[in-house]
């Protein structure tokens, strides 16, 4: 019973929770559909937060609740200032409101740096002073750690990764933040989904892609390679401004990581300069998607 807490981590189609023990172990996990984005106020949002959590604090006694969240965080204030796909979030309590709603301290963070975290504390960030942490699902997200602490920014709007711009052409494809050639735009699912339709007129998902590229399909390949080359870019920016030497990533593209390898290696292998691509690691994580639920976990365990 002793220091478990309740450990949740909200995406853009669902959520999920765990109860984590002190030792940082999962004891019990569930997923339930959530599309936040379909709300259509902050009322309605924390009723759907508190209907999908309530059935788990019911079966199970936590001491604090840690929450991994789409959105930028002022942790000074306390509030969820804005959420990129939620357009009815404007300075938000989140965390007293949900607090009060439970019964319980709870913790909120940026889902991104909630997996960085997670990570550094229980996967391949382990024994590292600092981590930079890649998310690559639908979109692209970061987290980084500086001396053993995460780094929000000045408004908790630091690394958003996703937005680096990598492409800097005319022609450079359009991102879903308005600006073009941002990394999103070319290693996210929803890139390599979108560059394959357009192109072949055909719809399908990134692990179809996936498969056709194994299969031999030039283009699946060509897409991928191109992924991997300008998450290759993006992390050499990262490395030269900060001279940090660990870098691991999580999300659901980490499936196709054997795609990703070469051409992101390449390309921290042209952009370095020798001194510093020797002590550059960047790895897959090996948390099975559960970096963010670990991380929820340990921000949780800051309250107690
Ligand atoms: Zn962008």
Redesign the pocket.
């Known amino acids: 019973m002793a220091e478990r807490v309740l450990a949740v981590d909200i995406g853009g189609t669902n959520l999920r929770q765990a109860i984590v023990d002190g030792q940082g172990r999962i004891l019990h996990e569930r997923r339930d559909g959530l599309r936040l984005s379909q709300q259509t106020s902050e009322d309605a949002m924390l009723d759907a937060i508190v209907e999908r959590l309530r059935p788990m604090l019911t079966a199970h006694r936590v001491q604090a609740v840690g929450i991994g969240f789409p959105g930028f965080f002022d942790d000074t204030r306390g509030l969820l200032v804005a959420s990129p796909n939620l357009p009815y979030v404007h300075d938000l309590p989140l965390g007293r409101r949900l607090s009060e709603r439970l019964g319980l301290p709870v913790a909120l963070q940026n889902d991104a740096l909630c997996a960085a975290l997670g990570e550094f504390h229980f996967g391949r960030g382990r024994g590292a002073t600092n981590l930079l942490h890649i998310t690559l699902g639908t979109g692209v997200g970061g987290g980084l750690i500086l001396n053993g602490r995460p780094w929000t920014g000045e408004s908790g709007m630091a690394m958003e990764f996703?937005?680096t711009r990598v492409h800097p052409e005319p022609t450079a494809r359009w991102?879903?933040?308005g600006?073009q050639g941002?990394l999103?735009?070319y290693a996210s699912a929803t890139a390599i989904t979108r560059m394959y339709a357009d192109i072949t007129g055909e719809a399908l998902d990134a692990r179809q892609i996936y498969r056709r590229a194994k299969n031999g399909d030039e283009l699946a390949q060509a897409l991928w390679a191109e992924a991997g080359a300008s998450l290759g870019a993006a992390i050499a920016q990262c490395v030269v401004l900060l001279d940090i030497h660990r870098i691991t990533i999580s999300g659901g593209l980490i499936g196709a990581w054997d795609m990703f390898e070469a051409p992101l290696g390449n390309t921290l292998e042209s952009v370095l300069i020798s001194a510093q691509r020797e002590r550059v690691k960047v790895l897959p994580s090996r948390l099975d998607d559960r970096a963010g639920l670990l991380g929820a976990a340990c921000l949780a365990r800051q309250t107690l």
């Open positions: 996703g937005h991102c879903g933040c600006n941002c999103e735009a």
